[in-house]
């Protein structure tokens, strides 16, 4: 597993940097950004922002099978660039197919204080046992090992994106009601059959 870090850009230089170890280089020398399946977004989706503005809110992503590894994602606001807009910091894994992810990620004590201060905020947000984004994560980590044939995952329902993932809490949620469905129609369809045949 590689365990890396997408570092906020306070200066809105247009360039992410990661930060893998104690080195610090742009993203593109760790990933082949063009690989990522259309609705892995690196970092929040501005609509998932705006729709949770809570300071600890956390977003997960999960994308099988990019160039042979399994990508996992984890971001948490990190405060605001030089005009006043949002950023966040991003724990990114890379995953051999046989790796699970880890819901708390490592902290990078190399990093400068105030993102090592964001680093422990994400995984002290993350061991909390509360908290509907946090829930929202661990139901992501559970429908990865229990959706083999899902490609991608995401902690929280994308409504006005081009791209949905394959995955999310509310995409389950429907699809354990249309199982509920199913089942209480063929048991009144089967009750039927029996009082009238």
Same mark, same amino acid.
């Given at each position: 597993? *590689?365990?890396?870090?997408?570092?906020?850009?306070? =200066?809105?230089?247009?360039?992410?940097?990661?930060?893998?170890?104690?080195?610090?280089?742009?993203?593109?020398?760790?990933?082949?950004?063009?690989?990522?399946?259309?609705?892995?977004?690196?970092?929040?989706?501005?609509?998932?922002? #705006?729709?949770?503005?809570?300071?600890?809110?956390?977003?997960?992503?999960?994308? *099988?099978?990019?160039?042979?590894?399994?990508?996992?994602?984890?971001?948490? *606001? =990190?405060?605001?660039?030089?005009?006043?807009?949002?950023? #966040?910091?991003?724990?990114?894994?890379? #995953?051999?197919?046989?790796?699970?992810? *880890?819901?708390?990620?490592?902290?990078?004590?190399?990093?400068?204080?105030?993102?090592?201060?964001?680093?422990?905020?994400?995984?002290?947000?993350?061991?909390?046992?509360?908290? =509907?984004?946090?829930?929202?994560?661990?139901?992501?980590?559970?429908?990865?090992?229990?959706?083999?044939?899902?490609?991608?995952? =995401?902690?929280?329902?994308?409504?006005?994106?081009?791209?949905?993932?394959?995955?999310?809490?509310?995409?389950?949620?429907?699809?354990?009601?249309?199982?509920?469905?199913?089942?209480?129609?063929?048991?009144?369809?089967? #009750?039927?059959?029996?009082?009238?045949?």
């Amino acid at each position: 597993m *590689r365990d890396i870090w997408l570092l906020p850009d306070y =200066a809105q230089s247009g360039s992410i940097q990661v930060l893998e170890g104690h080195n610090v280089k742009p993203l593109y020398e760790v990933l082949n950004v063009g690989s990522l399946p259309a609705s892995f977004v690196l970092g929040t989706p501005e609509e998932v922002l #705006l729709n949770n503005p809570q300071d600890d809110f956390v977003f997960a992503q999960y994308a *099988r099978n990019v160039e042979g590894k399994n990508i996992f994602s984890c971001s948490i *606001r =990190a405060g605001k660039d030089v005009s006043g807009r949002t950023v #966040l910091l991003t724990n990114l894994q890379i #995953l051999d197919s046989d790796q699970t992810p *880890r819901i708390l990620p490592e902290i990078n004590y190399s990093a400068a204080k105030d993102i090592v201060d964001v680093m422990e905020k994400l995984t002290y947000v993350l061991s909390k046992e509360v908290g =509907a984004s946090v829930n929202n994560v661990r139901l992501l980590t559970d429908a990865i090992g229990g959706s083999k044939s899902l490609m991608t995952f =995401a902690s929280e329902p994308l409504v006005k994106a081009a791209n949905k993932p394959d995955w999310t809490p509310s995409k389950k949620k429907y699809s354990d009601l249309k199982i509920k469905v199913w089942l209480t129609f063929i048991v009144l369809f089967v #009750l039927v059959v029996y009082f009238f045949h």
